[in-house]
């Protein structure tokens, strides 16, 4: 698990970097072509991830059910995000992390409610949850080099 936590890491380093490297104003744009913009990406992957590994663990998640129901799967941008929320998914991309990997430690996870995701793979446990999380990050990061070029 500790290259997991590594790559989650760099992940989220990376998605970090967008958030020093653009203004307020282009982490907000939405492309011609696209449901989303540079932020949703970066706070949706925050959120995707607690739902994976905490709620499907039966543990209480570390975000609000505010910005849950504003970055989910399924959803789309309905409002700039301000600066102040920014700030917060900035904190989050790195504090919620390193909490699952004491919470990890700790085995908080020990039970798990089997997911299947949107592409077919079948999460049943912890393991399974943080490997497709990497995935999903991954993909997420993928989507927003293509953003970055259009803002």
Not at 22 to 44: C, K, M, S, V
Not at 124 to 138: L, M, T, Y
């Amino acid at each position: 698990m500790e290259s997991i936590f590594e790559v989650s890491k760099i992940q989220r380093n990376l998605a970090g970097q967008f958030m020093d490297h653009f203004t307020l104003e282009q982490l907000n744009a939405i492309p011609d072509g696209y449901r989303n913009n540079l932020i949703w990406n970066i706070a949706h992957m925050v959120v995707t991830q607690q739902l994976l590994v905490y709620k499907f663990a039966g543990v209480p998640i570390l975000v609000s059910d505010a910005l849950v129901e504003r970055y989910k799967k399924g959803t789309e941008v309905t409002a700039p995000a301000t600066a102040e929320e920014v700030a917060e998914i900035k904190s989050l991309l790195t504090s919620t992390l390193a909490q699952t990997e004491i919470d990890f430690a700790n085995g908080l996870f020990a039970n798990y409610d089997e997911y299947p995701t949107s592409t077919g793979f079948v999460i049943k446990d912890i393991a399974d949850a943080f490997s497709f999380n990497v995935f999903h990050e991954g993909m997420h990061i993928g989507i927003m080099m293509r953003l970055k070029k259009l803002v």
